[in-house]
């Protein structure tokens, strides 16, 4: 057997067995089918939720605010965080504020998001903005201080601007902890959009779980969770290979 089959042989086999088993048990009635369905069940509920193209608009619906909110708060975190961890008056500035507001979570602004911005996309864009703010500012502050001293001794000394020591020494080396952070954003983004989507609009699949929910259909949950799951897979491996592309000329992606 080659390396690459014992590799995939190894990330196979604990799932299928738990599949089988979760099959096995859910067949033979020793937990209700309404609780745990058997996975050829979900599997049949997953392909007709697909083939009717009510998931389509839901995975659309969802992807369209995940991303939106996250170019927002991404947006809004990368200049912050730059400027936080390049000027320590900055960090002081703000600094207070951000560490008190930082352990609030996401989930707790939904009724405020809704006195503020009604029901529909505005309040899940703020949600979801919240939840990617922290992880990108966290780490670009994190990326930005732990520059090397002596790259930034040497660029002055060979009579560099400040703009030109940002541009070619600060923002390369900050730059696998800027793409760290947006990839634990994203993660966070999906997680605050299913529970936007259950309270704040009336489209997506975390609306359609809860849904599901009210009717008793586990196996339509677990459809949905199915596919938040490939979609987050998808956009993961998306962000990993553009990481990669860009940290070429890092040492731990050489070769």
Known sequence: MSGRSARLLRAVLVPVIVLVV???VSRTGAISAIIMPAPSRVVVRWW???????????AAGSLYRVLGGFAIGAGLALPLGLLMGAKEWVNQLFDPLLQILRPIPPIAFIPLAILWFGLGNPPAFFLIALGAFFPVLVN????????DA????AARNLGASEWTIFRRVILPSAMPYVLSGMRIGIGVA???VIVAEMTAVNQGLGYRILEAREYFWSDKIIAGMITIGII?????GVMGRISARLL????????
Do not use: K, N
């Open 232 to 236: 987050g897979l998808v956009i993961d």
């Open 140 to 147: 670009t502050i994190a990326g930005v201080r732990h520059v």
């Open 248 to 255: 070429r000329w890092h040492r731990g992606l050489e070769g």
């Open 48 to 58: 007709d939720y697909a083939a009717s193209g009510e998931m389509l608009q839901d």
């Open 150 to 153: 002596i790259h930034l001794r």
């Open 190 to 192: 999906f997680i605050v």
């Open 22 to 24: 979760w099959e096995v």
